[in-house]
């Protein structure tokens, strides 16, 4: 564990009515063996917000957003959402998209809302479909007989169609070439609740930039920067992937 006594960054700004953080985040540790994932770190997030989680390959975005989610044990330090500790109770307020395919090949695009629907309460269904309308997404094709795009945009509307408090949205875009991938922010966008509070993990600065309210930028398992964006553009003088890529020089 670091033992740099320097006070980190956390993202800002706070709620407007001084209401505590949504995620709260206080030395967490992760180890996987040797390597040192999340070094001691510090993070408060508000709610109403979507945050950019920037950084290079290797930063430790996707363990962050694990832990978050509830899908890794063994950290140290406190990590808080709404008042709870990741565990069964956070797991019916997040609507998480992994960094994996995660539907059954065979499935068609009702199937997988009907699963959906039956999984999590939260679930809208009629909002399911008016995103699958939205995407223009074949509803006669199983999921093996369409794009990568097409599939990416089929997670992404079932992920925004929970009615959840927090969005963990881990390289939603990666995958799939410039035209989908502004198609995919504008259905992230179009579906995000105000009141709700959204973290999408992604290297590809520019294509995000437009649609974050505050930007996290994460290297060796830190925070090195965290920051409203537009105060951000404003003091640098310049625009957030500009602000990456000279960090990460």
């Known amino acids: 564990m670091s033992t740099d006594t320097t006070p980190r960054p956390q993202a800002v700004p706070p709620s407007p009515d001084g209401s505590a953080p949504l995620v709260r985040i206080a030395g967490l540790t992760k180890r996987y063996r040797r390597i040192v994932a999340l070094d001691d770190l510090d993070l408060d997030l508000p709610t109403g917000r979507i945050v950019g989680l920037m950084g290079a390959n290797g930063c430790g975005k996707t363990t962050l957003l694990k832990v978050l989610a509830g899908l890794l044990a063994d950290w140290t330090g ?30 068609r695009v009702g199937q997988a809302i009907e699963l959906y629907a039956r999984f999590f309460p939260d679930f809208d269904t009629d909002r399911a479909r008016e995103a699958v309308r939205f ?23 079932l992920v925004m169609s929970r009615r959840a408090r927090v969005y963990l949205l881990d390289e939603p875009i990666s995958g799939v070439d410039p035209a989908a991938r502004e198609v995919i922010l504008d259905g992230i966008l179009r579906d995000f609740e105000p009141d709700a509070l959204m973290l999408i993990s992604t ?5 995000v930039e437009p649609i974050v309210d505050s930007v996290v930028l994460m290297r060796d398992g830190r ?24 960090e990460y020089r």
């Open 203 to 207: 290297h590809l600065i520019a294509d």
């Open 223 to 246: 925070v090195l920067l965290a920051d409203d964006a537009d105060d951000l553009r404003e003091r640098r003088g310049m625009s957030l992937d500009a602000i990456f890529r000279k």
């Open 135 to 157: 995407f223009g997404l074949p509803v006669d094709r199983p999921l093996k007989e369409m794009s990568r795009g097409m599939g990416e945009k089929l997670q992404i509307a």
């Open 78 to 107: 406190e990590v808080a959402i709404a008042g709870m500790v990741p565990g069964p109770g956070t797991k019916a307020i997040i609507s998480y998209l992994g960094d994996a395919d995660f539907l059954d090949p065979a499935l």
